[in-house]
């Protein structure tokens, strides 16, 4: 292990957090919140001298840089970036247990939008900012922002890749154009100028700038902390339809937004991954909008909800604008199966991922051939492109890794004695990033009943469902810190 | 800049370090996805695998936009046909083609037209003329032109009975008496840039910038005896001794060739009629005996495999042979060979290169690009030939009062006719040409660089 590089690595990322804490802080010091101000004043202070420490710790560290100590890296660096990152809500008194202040930071960067907060409109502007731009932040992830903005101490080594690799959600992630930082550069660009839009829609809906752009924030990363105690409920029914729209804008995968812009239009529309993620939005609207009937008043309006609820489950995104605990059974039933499938990979959303489930349903397809013709020799094909047998291990691999994971956190949190229900949906919810589940954590409810055990355990399923199980799983193997 | 390099083999892998570390946006095609993984873990390129010759692997690969194609792939055909297609698709492209089989090699002029090439490479002949330069000079073991010739970088290992061993870079005149500068020494791996207390030791490789009328002189002060090789022996009957052995032929050299298949054999003595083909194995040390290995004036070894070589150099050496020249194909990590007596080195990827690269740099800044670059010192450092034009900065200034950036050496001015080896007070002018010495991490693209 080059403890060193890595050293020098989770210092930079805990640098580009402090400075991304400098805006909170400014928002704290206008609205004459002294006390808040002065947390993230301290945390800066804290962040800062750490990152200093690490980078100081790390000179002069060899260059040399494998997958294992790329995807360790990618671990450590966001418990790190995370432990650090509750500091301003310990600080500030917001929520002054540790934990649960750990768990809110986690539930921003990881894009979840689980909280253990019961009402969040008392609370300062600047956290609430600080809040909604940990979403943003991890969205897109702080390490591909280091790679667009450093050469993050590579020059030209393909290492960078496995740290893409490590954070770029999807089974089959690969570069763009030739350049890392140019690859790296182009998704920021992207995800800054859909915000930036995001917010301009709202903006045009009367929405006050403060909580358009942590609206923008929370819809952009998928993540899902509101600014209100009624999540989107209590906005206009333009302002809602907007946020439906840019949820499943940002569950789409970026490169197809890339092949928009170097006008590859045939490409996109070909997309198989797409075409599934969009059959799944629209067949789940229709079957919920039939399931509801005369739930609602009009028919607009039913759709309007179940529209925004199905963006906002299979994004992951995690806001609400009704209580859909109180929604039929199988209508609940098709946001549970929502959950699990998730956005797109390359997208900003969690979850398993349409494209890993449909390499997953292509195997499949061809095991039950291969049973019925045992001679057929059959390549898995996506895009029309063949998918070598690597990538078909690595995501069966996946699969078995994300079942043992939600049964064994099932198992682990069923202690606190809450509901099948509860528990299930809300280790769901965690580990796919979403945010509410049903019933005890339903949209109206939140995770402050579980306990420290529980929410720790929940705050490991957070971290691996965004870094997609292996960078956290392999912290705990014996075989990566041992030497060779 | 975008380039395309097709065929991930030795040759592309080598490319792709040497690029990838100037900062171009690479791709590579090739159809293996093993190499493919390999590079694209170990270098910031993008891969892409498939069939090069194909317009739609080529499309993908962004043929579109790109500025460079270089087909480095196995065959012949494949690179030729490769060209033609990516240019077809982008006549802006400039494409660069590695063309070996010795059947084409009347016609490349020809063929550069029909397939649009912009240029061809041949390591094997490249390989070919290093090593009949060196036979042309025994006593050194690598040599480099620079100003159509007239000035060169010669690489010397001092062994315990040279006269320069423990005489400080001062003192060396008095010696070698003529003016020559030594502008690296390789030292157990490290490449050193002396200053004139710098003490010469033995097992150095030094690398000595001389006019090429002085070389003769050079050798004989410093006590090398240089017979011209009369009769050479040949290992391996591949395309690099096929070269070889017609251009040594052609000037009245004796050549032996000893080749293992019989069926090569054959061909070899119905196109090399000059030449004396031998079936059998060259690592026998029977066979080599019998052809007269202990009085024959020079070894060359190029069969297709790089330890055989060595093997057969070492031997040869034990034998006494004068001049030993060995071709390392694949072989890297050239330090671990340092210790061994192999006599000269060459390497057929690192002489393609040096070439491609020379041409990339060209591409980059059409005026003002270095007319040569050799790397020397196993890489460690570049010499580089320039035009001294109208933007260059501090003409006609003495060399003392420039302040030239950290391990950057002047080390020889081409004044028309005369070349001056320069000292603090040399200066030099527009139409002269300057040869830059500097280590490989430094970057100089153009003579302006040179300067703080």
């Known amino acids: 292990m080059n403890y060193k590089m890595m050293g020098r690595f989770c210092g930079r990322i805990l640098l580009v957090e402090g400075v991304f804490m400098v805006p909170a802080m400014l928002i704290s010091l206008f609205g004459r919140e002294f006390a808040s101000a002065r947390a993230f004043l301290w945390s800066i202070g804290i962040i800062l001298l750490l990152a200093w420490l690490l980078m100081w710790f790390g000179r002069g560290s060899k260059k040399k840089f494998y997958a294992k100590e790329g995807l360790a890296c990618v671990g450590i660096s966001w418990v790190v970036m995370s432990l650090l990152g509750c500091l301003p809500f310990c600080i500030s008194g917001a929520i002054p247990n540790f934990v649960d202040a750990f768990f809110e930071i986690v539930s921003g960067f990881t894009t979840t939008g689980a909280s253990i907060l019961p009402a969040v409109e008392g609370l300062p502007r600047g956290i609430l900012y600080w809040r909604s731009f940990s979403h943003w932040l991890g969205g897109m992830g702080v390490l591909v922002f280091l790679l667009a903005i450093t050469s993050a101490g590579g020059g030209d080594n393909g290492f960078t890749m496995h740290l893409l690799r490590a954070e770029s959600p999807g089974p089959n992630v690969g570069k763009l154009v030739p350049k890392m930082r140019k690859t790296a550069g182009i998704l920021y660009l992207l995800y800054i100028v859909l915000t930036v839009l995001n917010t301009v829609f709202l903006l045009c809906g009367d929405m006050s700038l403060f909580e358009s752009v942590c609206t923008a924030f929370g819809t952009a990363g998928t993540g899902g902390f509101g600014v209100r105690n009624d999540s989107i409920a209590g906005y206009s029914p333009y302002i809602q339809n907007v946020c439906t729209v840019f949820m499943l804008l940002f569950g789409v995968n970026f490169s197809c937004f890339y092949m928009l812009l170097i006008r590859q239009f045939k490409a996109v529309l070909k997309d198989e991954e797409l075409r599934l993620y969009l059959g799944i939005v629209a067949g789940s609207v229709v079957l919920i909008v039939l399931n509801l009937k005369d739930f609602y008043g009009t028919l607009g309006e039913t759709i309007r909800h179940a529209a925004f609820q199905v963006a906002s489950i299979v994004t992951t995104t995690g806001f609400a604008t009704t209580d859909f605990d109180l929604w039929p059974g199988f209508s609940k039933a098709i946001l549970l199966c929502l959950m699990v499938v998730g956005a797109s990979a390359g997208s900003t959303g969690g979850g398993f991922k349409c494209g890993r489930l449909l390499l997953v349903l292509k195997s499949l397809r061809r095991s039950v051939r291969k049973v019925v013709n045992p001679q057929k020799v059959e390549v898995v094909r996506m895009n029309g492109n063949p998918i070598s047998e690597k990538v078909l291990q690595n995501t069966n691999a996946y699969l078995a890794a994300y079942v043992i994971i939600t049964g064994v956190s099932f198992l682990l949190i069923s202690i606190d004695g809450f509901s099948i229900t509860t528990n299930i949906s809300a280790v769901l919810a965690c580990f796919n990033n979403i945010g509410p589940g049903f019933e005890m954590v339903g949209p109206a409810c939140n995770f402050s009943s579980y306990s420290i055990f529980s929410k720790l355990v929940l705050i490991m399923d957070m971290l691996a469902g965004r870094l997609e199980i292996f960078p956290i799983l392999i912290l705990f193997s014996r075989t990566t810190w041992r030497h060779r | ?452």
Do not use: W
Not at chain 2, 32 to 46: F, G, I, Q, T
Not at chain 2, 220 to 227: A, E
Not at chain 2, 258 to 275: F, Q, S, T, Y
């Open chain 2, 1 to 452: 800049m975008k380039i395309i390099i097709a065929g991930d083999g030795k040759m592309g892998a080598t490319l792709t370090r040497q690029l990838s570390a100037e900062g171009d946006d690479l791709t590579l095609i090739d159809a293996n996805p093993e190499v493919l993984e390999s590079s694209e873990e170990r270098y910031d390129v993008l891969v892409v695998q498939g069939n090069c010759a194909s317009m739609d692997v080529l499309k993908q690969a962004g043929v579109k936009e790109a500025d460079l194609l270089i087909a480095m792939a196995g065959a012949d055909e494949i690179n030729l046909l490769c060209c033609m297609t990516a240019h077809s698709m982008n006549p802006r492209l400039h494409t660069i083609a590695r063309v070996r089989n010795p059947e084409y090699m009347n016609q490349i002029y020809a063929m550069r037209g029909m397939f649009a090439l912009s240029m061809s490479v041949n390591p094997e002949k490249q390989v070919a003329e290093e090593a009949a330069r060196l036979l042309r000079y025994p006593g050194f073991l690598k040599r480099d032109t620079f100003a159509r010739g007239k000035v060169e970088i010669v690489e010397l290992r001092l062994d315990e009975k040279s006269k320069l061993c423990n005489v400080a870079l001062n003192d060396m005149n008095s010696i070698v008496k003529c003016k020559i500068l030594v502008c690296a020494v390789l030292r157990k791996g490290n490449a050193v840039a002396p200053d004139g207390d710098f003490v010469l030791r033995e097992g150095d490789r030094i690398f000595v910038t001389a006019p090429a009328d002085t070389l003769t002189l050079l050798l004989k002060n410093l006590g090398i005896i240089t017979r011209k090789a009369k009769r050479v022996i040949l290992c391996g009957g591949g395309r690099v001794s096929y070269y070889l052995a017609r251009q040594l032929v052609s000037s009245g050299v004796g050549v032996q060739l000893i080749e293992r298949d019989e069926e090569r054999c054959n061909h070899l003595a119905a196109i090399l009629p000059g030449a004396c083909i031998i079936h059998g194995d060259a690592s026998s040390q029977f066979l080599l005996e019998s052809k007269g290995i202990s009085d024959c004036d020079a070894l060359v070894t190029m069969t297709g495999l790089d330890e055989l070589n060595v093997v057969i150099s070492l031997y040869g050496t034990n034998c006494g042979v004068p001049q030993v020249i060995t071709k390392l194909g694949r072989m890297d990590n050239t330090d671990m060979l340092d210790n061994l007596a192999l006599g000269s080195v060459i390497s057929p990827r690192e002489l393609c290169c040096n070439t491609i690269v020379r041409y990339v740099r060209a591409m980059k800044n059409q005026t003002g690009a270095a007319l040569t670059v050799h790397t020397i010192a196993d890489g460690h450092m570049e010499a580089m030939e320039f035009l001294v034009d109208e933007n260059t900065r501090h003409c006609g200034e003495p060399l003392k009062e420039l302040r030239l950036k950290k391990g950057v050496l002047v080390v020889c001015i081409s004044k028309g006719p005369r070349q001056e080896i320069p000292g603090g007070d040399s200066r030099f002018e527009r139409g002269d040409t300057l040869i830059i010495v500097t280590d490989r991490e430094r970057g100089i693209y153009q003579l302006n660089d040179i300067f703080e």
